[in-house]
């Protein structure tokens, strides 16, 4: 069954430091997403792309934060200077061409920043 | 944007005891998913279920669209579905409810 991956699995990170997240979506999938979690809280949506654009984004995804499908396979979160509080577990997410289909979340990638 | 409700926040069973949990959303969606997140974070995908029944060996949910709720059904619980289940409703981004962290005891 095809799957989303993400790497690395988990990072540390000095506070200050740029951080670059990785992603593999499916295939043939068009829309792509992240999304992060603080620990103990809520998932919560960071941003969605789609047609090599930004197609929405939340308040928590600000100057700091930016995303790039660099090469049709891969698909990053990029953030410039970390924060304490960007410590958390990242999900990207991809869903095919119809808007209403199912979305399919990687394993996540755990961001603790020092 | 959409508002997700779960309840309730905890639950604890006997191993062996049914179960449900209830998913309440503020608006029509056209995608609706249930998920547990397993103790290393991981969120895995149980239903994608944006109405009707469905069911996957002790678990099945319901989706009543038009009264804008899901309900997830555990039955035969077992120690190994303790963790937190996450409903998630929406249409082109999913929005996350606080999740049900469901404790099973041996």
């Known amino acids: 069954e095809p799957e989303v991956t993400q790497t690395p699995s988990h990072q540390v990170t000095q506070m200050g430091q740029e951080v670059i997240l990785r992603c593999v979506p499916i295939s043939n999938h068009l829309y792509f997403y992240w999304y992060r979690q603080i620990l103990g809280q809520k998932v919560e949506f960071l941003v969605s792309?789609?047609?090599?654009?930004?197609?929405?984004k939340s308040e928590i995804f600000d100057d700091q934060f930016s995303v790039e499908r660099p090469d049709g396979s891969n698909f990053t979160l990029k953030i410039r200077s970390t924060k304490l509080e960007d410590s958390a577990m990242y999900f990207c997410?991809?869903?095919?061409?119809?808007?209403?289909?199912?979305?399919?979340f990687g394993q996540g990638t755990r961001l603790t920043v020092v | 944007g959409i508002q997700v409700e779960q309840s309730p926040p905890d639950l604890i069973l006997q191993e062996g005891a049914n179960s449900t949990l209830r998913c309440n959303f503020s608006?029509?969606?056209?995608?609706l998913q249930w998920f547990h997140q397993n103790p290393w974070g991981q969120l895995i995908n149980l239903f994608y279920i944006p109405s009707g029944t469905k069911q996957n060996g002790r678990l099945s949910a319901t989706t009543v669209a038009t009264e804008r709720y899901s309900l997830l059904y555990i039955s035969s619980s077992q120690t190994t579905d303790s963790g937190v289940y996450f409903c998630?409703?929406?249409?082109?981004?999913?929005?996350f409810g606080a999740g049900t962290t469901v404790t099973v005891r041996a």
């Open positions: 998630a409703a929406g249409d082109y981004k999913l929005s």
């Open positions: 608006d029509s969606v056209n995608n």
């Open positions: 997410a991809s869903r095919d061409q119809t808007g209403s289909s199912e979305a399919f």
């Open positions: 792309f789609y047609n090599n654009e930004i197609s929405e």
